[in-house]
């Protein structure tokens, strides 16, 4: 299922990791490990954070791509199942 999984990092956590530029690699580790469909950053609530699209086939996918943003970077999560214009359309021919 297509999740859109949006996230924000505590000032207090990414700072040591923006100082020591470790930030960038970590960063990348966790794009790699997620496989984002899309991914999009910026400021949310006055924190940094950002919206990732990503392909979760099951349950147990909210552990093996989402408990690095916990662990490595103590991030605040919240999924939302979304789908394109077309499954969009596919699935309102169908009701």
Do not use: C
Not at 51 to 78: P, R
């Amino acid at each position: 299922m297509r999740t859109m999984v949006k996230f924000t990092i505590p000032t207090q956590e990414a700072n040591p990791l923006v100082k020591d530029g470790s930030i960038g690699q970590t960063m990348e580790s966790l794009m790699g490990n997620l496989q984002p469909e899309a991914a999009y950053f910026g400021p949310i609530d006055g924190k940094r954070g950002g919206f990732i699209v990503i392909n979760m086939e099951e349950g147990s996918d909210v552990v093996t791509k989402l408990e690095h943003l916990w662990l490595e970077l103590g991030a605040t999560i919240e999924l939302f199942p979304v789908a394109t214009a077309d499954e969009l359309r596919a699935g309102l021919q169908s009701l």
